[in-house]
Each structure stands twice: as C-alpha cells, then as structure tokens.
C-alpha cells in the first residue's frame, strides 16, 4: 500500500501531514499538503487549534495541538494512533479527489 509507505514513517518525528489550502486538496492537480512536526516547541500552548482545523477526522474533532504534541513528547503510544488517523484520513481524502479528477478527466 503506497499510501501506508508515506504515512508510516512520519510518525517516528512525530509529524502529521496539513493542507494549507483548506479543504481545496487538489484544485489544480498538484499535492498540496505539507507536514507539520509536533515535537516542536511552538505546539506546547497551541490549545485552540487541532492539527489541521479544515480537517474532519476523529483526532482533529477531538484533540488540540498542544495534546497531541504533549503526547509526542511523552512519547505515549496513543500519539502514533492518533497521528495514524490523522495521516491516513489526509491521504485518503487527497487520493479521493485525485481519483475524481481523473475520472471527471481533468488530470
């Protein structure tokens, strides 16, 4: 699964992929998501916002930045399930809409 491939490894620097584009995953054909490590010192008081606030997934609806990058820190193994479900829903929703485009014959 080459999806899984990409995914996986993130979780070992504890990041999680973003889009900037809000919602707009692949407007013009290209990748638009980057990543994010929360390791990082800036996400310690990050309490209003979720890993990607466009974003629908169980971790985002329910935890902060600063949790999840606590959790990273403490390296709690729910950080890389948490981090997983995240990733994995970015990636599916990325592939989706390629998926569409290229059906719709766009790309």
Same mark, same amino acid.
């Given at each position: 699964m080459r999806i899984a491939s990409h995914v996986?490894?993130? $979780?070992s620097h504890g990041s999680a $992929?973003?889009?900037p584009f809000h919602g707009d995953v692949c407007a013009d054909?290209? !990748?638009h998501t980057h990543q994010i490590? $929360? #390791?990082k010192g !800036?996400? #310690?008081r990050d309490f209003d916002q979720p890993i990607d606030a466009n974003c629908t997934c169980s971790t985002c609806q329910q935890y902060? #930045?600063?949790y999840v990058h606590h959790l990273v820190k403490a390296q709690e193994f729910v950080a890389g399930t948490f981090l997983t479900v995240h990733n994995m829903h970015v990636m599916n929703t990325y592939?989706?809409?390629l998926r569409e485009r290229i059906y719709a014959n766009d790309i």
């Amino acid at each position: 699964m080459r999806i899984a491939s990409h995914v996986f490894p993130l $979780l070992s620097h504890g990041s999680a $992929l973003v889009n900037p584009f809000h919602g707009d995953v692949c407007a013009d054909g290209q !990748k638009h998501t980057h990543q994010i490590s $929360l #390791r990082k010192g !800036k996400y #310690r008081r990050d309490f209003d916002q979720p890993i990607d606030a466009n974003c629908t997934c169980s971790t985002c609806q329910q935890y902060s #930045r600063a949790y999840v990058h606590h959790l990273v820190k403490a390296q709690e193994f729910v950080a890389g399930t948490f981090l997983t479900v995240h990733n994995m829903h970015v990636m599916n929703t990325y592939m989706s809409c390629l998926r569409e485009r290229i059906y719709a014959n766009d790309i």
